[in-house]
Structures are given as structure tokens and as C-alpha cells.
């Protein structure tokens, strides 16, 4: 396997799809600098080959990289399962009583994972959408609960992949800038709340030189609990607020540090003016 795919992969591992944020070794980018969007919302490009050929080049990429092709005979899907090891004691949404199947195996449960490619035959080729999304297992051997996976590092892993095999981006797409904070987290934490609740935050892992972040005092070990009073859940919720930041946007962030809350100010950079 070559250089350039085993950085794909590493880098597409950090959107969650290969395991949790909080299992990562390695901390991820600060930013993204620009944001992808379609005219579908999905991860949309148009691949060169027609509509078999572009299937099976799509199937034998995944295979490449550790995913395993799901046996189906409907030519205009293709979807394949990604190796998980993140683990749920909480359903995150469905109407199933996942909470009763976990006390009565006495631990977590798997969460299933894959990714889904829509295929439409084209004058010039093949439009691929492509989804990533989570199972979450149903009381009974009901049909599982999914989720689908909205954060941008899943989306743009999913381009970078469709990419590798001649993809190119759909009419209609365009780039925007991100606001650029300049902190890196790779792990989520749960805190218990005074109602006796908990409360997600990300880990700051790392904060750039000369950046928003630590011109505002943000330093590593800050537990960030909501992003312009909005809570998120988890990494990809955070990822999901941070991708939609625009640069000269005023961030509040809310922070824990040494178990005492903070309240830090600043004001979203320019991502193209970092090097």
C-alpha cells in the first residue's frame, strides 16, 4: 500500500469512521480550510468510468483499504462495512430501549458502521453521492437505527476516497472559507453536571502559536463545553459547529479548567493566511 493511501486512511480515521475521536493516537488538523458544498449535501463527484465500471473501481478501492463490500444486487448502491470499535451505552436517537439491552448484557454495544455510495449514470461519467453512517442496534432483531455521520471530516474523507479513483467535483459545488481557531482536540470527555447529569466536552489537545486560540488564552487540557452557547454531543457535533464558522465570526467558548468554569472570547481567523 502506497504513502499517499496509508495518509488517506490515517486521515480519514480521524473523522470517527475507523474508531472514536478519543481512540485516536495522533491529534488532528486545526482546521480545515476550506468547506466543501454540494448541491446534494452529500459527498458528491462525478466519476469518469461508467456506471458498473465506476461501481466496481469504488468497491475495489474500499477493499484496499480495509472496508468489506456488502453483497447487493442493485447496481446503483454500493455500501460497505467500516471496521468500529466505538462502543454506546445511550441510544442518540430511535424510539428502541437500547438502555435495556445494555443492563441486560451488563456492558456497552457495538456500533456498527458503513458507508453508502448512490450511483446515477451521467452524460459525462457517473455522479457518486456517498454517506457514512452508524447502526445502533434495535431490541428484538428489529432493523438497526441509523444515524447518518454529518461532520466535515467524514464528508471530506469521503471525496478524498472518490478522488482516488479519477473523481472530480459535481456542477454546482463550491468552497468557503472556515473560521480558523487554531486549537486541536482528539478526545471527548463526559463531565457530570450539577443536576447530575453529564456533559460532553472536547480535550484541547494542542493550540497553534500566534493563533485566535491562544492569543485568547485558550490553553492545552481546556475542556471546551459548548461553541457559542450551543452544546454538541460529541466531536463530530463540535466539528459540525466549528465547520460552519466563517473567518471574522466571534466565537465564546465555554471552558472548563481545573474543574472551574471559563468564559473565553475570540474572534475566528483566516485559515488561507496560515501556514
Given at each position: 500500500m502506497g504513502v499517499?493511501?496509508?495518509?488517506?486512511?490515517?486521515?480519514f480515521a480521524l473523522s470517527a469512521m475507523i474508531a472514536p475521536a478519543s481512540a485516536q493516537k495522533q491529534v488532528p488538523p486545526a482546521t480545515i480550510?476550506?468547506?466543501?458544498?454540494?448541491?446534494?449535501?452529500?459527498?458528491?463527484?462525478?466519476?469518469?468510468?461508467?456506471?458498473?465500471?465506476?461501481?466496481?473501481?469504488?468497491?475495489g478501492l474500499c477493499e484496499k483499504i480495509g472496508w468489506t463490500p456488502r453483497r447487493q444486487y442493485e447496481p446503483t448502491i454500493l455500501v460497505c462495512d467500516v471496521p468500529s470499535t466505538e462502543r454506546t451505552a445511550a441510544p442518540t436517537q430511535g424510539t428502541y430501549d437500547l438502555q435495556?439491552?445494555?443492563?441486560?448484557?451488563?456492558?456497552?454495544?457495538?456500533?456498527?458502521?458503513?458507508?453508502?455510495?448512490?450511483?446515477?449514470?451521467?452524460?459525462?461519467g457517473t455522479v457518486?453521492?456517498?454517506?457514512?453512517?452508524?447502526?445502533?442496534p434495535a431490541i428484538g432483531g428489529?432493523?438497526?437505527?441509523?444515524?447518518y455521520m454529518q461532520?466535515?471530516?467524514?464528508f471530506n474523507g469521503l471525496i478524498n476516497i472518490m478522488a482516488l479513483i479519477g473523481g472530480r467535483f459535481a456542477p454546482g459545488t463550491s468552497f468557503?472559507?472556515?473560521?480558523?481557531?487554531?486549537?486541536?482536540?482528539?478526545?471527548?470527555?463526559?463531565?457530570?453536571?450539577?443536576?447530575g447529569g453529564t456533559r460532553a466536552g472536547i480535550v484541547v489537545g494542542a493550540v497553534d502559536p500566534a493563533s485566535p486560540g491562544a492569543d485568547a488564552g485558550l490553553k492545552v487540557g481546556d475542556v471546551i463545553h459548548t461553541i457559542n452557547d450551543r452544546d454538541f454531543g460529541d466531536y463530530e457535533g463540535a466539528a459540525k459547529i466549528l465547520s460552519k464558522l466563517r473567518p471574522g465570526a466571534p466565537v465564546v467558548l465555554q471552558v472548563e479548567r481545573d474543574h472551574q468554569p471559563l468564559s473565553i472570547a475570540l474572534v475566528a481567523g483566516n485559515p488561507m493566511t496560515v501556514r
Open positions: 499517499h493511501m496509508r495518509r488517506l486512511i490515517a486521515g480550510k476550506k468547506r466543501i458544498v454540494t448541491a446534494s449535501g452529500d459527498a458528491e463527484m462525478v466519476l469518469p468510468s461508467g456506471l458498473s465500471d465506476s461501481r466496481a473501481r469504488l468497491a435495556l439491552l445494555v443492563e441486560r448484557r451488563s456492558g456497552t454495544v457495538l456500533v456498527r458502521k458503513q458507508v453508502e455510495f448512490r450511483l446515477t449514470a451521467a452524460r459525462a457518486a453521492r456517498a454517506r457514512g453512517m452508524r447502526l445502533y428489529g432493523a438497526p437505527v441509523r444515524q461532520d466535515e471530516n467524514t468557503r472559507n472556515i473560521g480558523y481557531l487554531g486549537f486541536r482536540s482528539d478526545e471527548v470527555v463526559d463531565r457530570a453536571t450539577p443536576t
